[in-house]
C-alpha cells in the first residue's frame, strides 16, 4: 500500500523570493560590517579621545554660564581646541567675554570670572567711591550708612545710603576726593550709586558703622546749629 506524502513542493517564485531575502539579508550584513570597520579606521586614525564642553544653545556676550547653557560631548583629540574646557565644573559660573554659537566648543580664553557676580544682589550695582572719613578697624563684615558733607556758607550733612553692603576696602585717592580718601567699594542699588557719584564730586563723603541688629534708620540730615538745611 502506498502512503499519500504529505510533503509539499514550494512554488518557484517562493523559492526565488526566499533566495533573494538572504541575499538581502547578507548583503545588509556585509554593509553594516563595512561602515562599522570604517568607523573604526577614522577612529584609529584620527587617535584617542577626550570630553569637552560646548554650548547647549546661542550665547550672547556676558552671558553668565548655568547648568542649561552647556553639555559635555565627546571629540577626538586631534581636533580639540587649545584650553578646551573639559569639565561641567570649569564652566558653570563664567561668562562669556564675547557671542559664542550652539556647539561651540567653550575655551578657558573665552571665559571670565565674575568679581562681584557671587556678592552683589540682584538688581544692585557696584560702585567704588572715596570716603574722607572711615571708622577705624572697618571691614566688609560690617554694614554702614553713608553720609555726604556739603561746604559753604550753609554747610549741612544729610543721609545718602543706608545699611550699605561693603564689598572691598582699599586706602588711595579716589576721582574728587583729594589725597586722603578711602577707596571703598559697595554693593548699592542703582539710586543710591547715582546719588554717591553726585555727591563725590561736590561734597565730603563719610562712613557711619551700623550695629549688627540696628533697627532704626539714620537720621536723614544733620544740619549744623543754627542754619537749616537748603530746601530739596
Not at 9 to 27: C, N, Q
Not at 67 to 78: A, F, G
Not at 90 to 115: F, W
Amino acid at each position: 500500500m502506498r502512503w499519500p506524502s504529505f510533503r509539499r513542493t514550494l512554488p518557484l517564485a517562493s523559492k526565488v523570493l526566499f533566495g533573494l531575502a538572504g541575499a538581502l539579508a547578507l548583503l545588509s550584513f556585509l554593509v553594516v560590517r563595512s561602515e562599522v570597520d570604517r568607523a573604526r579606521r577614522a577612529q584609529a586614525a584620527t587617535g584617542a579621545r577626550t570630553n569637552v564642553v560646548v554650548a547647549a544653545h546661542d550665547l550672547s556676550a556676558g552671558s553668565r554660564l548655568g547648568p542649561d547653557d552647556i553639555r559635555s560631548v565627546e571629540m577626538p583629540l586631534v581636533f580639540t581646541p587649545p584650553a578646551a574646557v573639559a569639565s561641567a565644573d570649569g564652566a558653570i559660573g563664567q561668562v562669556t567675554d564675547g557671542p559664542v554659537a550652539s556647539g561651540e566648543v567653550l575655551v578657558t580664553t573665552r571665559l571670565a570670572t565674575s568679581a562681584f557676580g557671587p556678592s552683589v544682589a540682584p538688581g544692585n550695582v557696584v560702585v567704588t567711591v572715596g570716603f574722607a572719613s572711615v571708622p577705624a578697624g572697618l571691614s566688609t563684615a560690617d554694614r554702614v550708612d553713608a553720609f555726604a558733607t556739603y561746604a559753604g556758607a550753609r554747610p549741612y550733612t544729610t543721609l545718602i545710603g543706608e545699611d550699605i553692603h561693603i564689598l572691598s576696602i582699599a586706602a588711595g585717592t579716589a576721582a574728587f576726593d583729594g589725597p586722603d580718601a578711602t577707596s571703598v567699594t559697595l554693593d548699592v542699588d542703582p539710586e543710591t550709586a547715582r546719588q554717591l557719584l553726585q555727591a563725590a564730586a561736590t561734597a565730603t563723603l563719610g562712613l557711619a558703622a551700623r550695629a549688627p541688629v540696628t533697627e532704626t534708620s539714620s537720621v536723614s540730615a544733620s544740619p549744623t546749629p543754627g542754619v537749616m538745611p537748603p530746601p530739596g
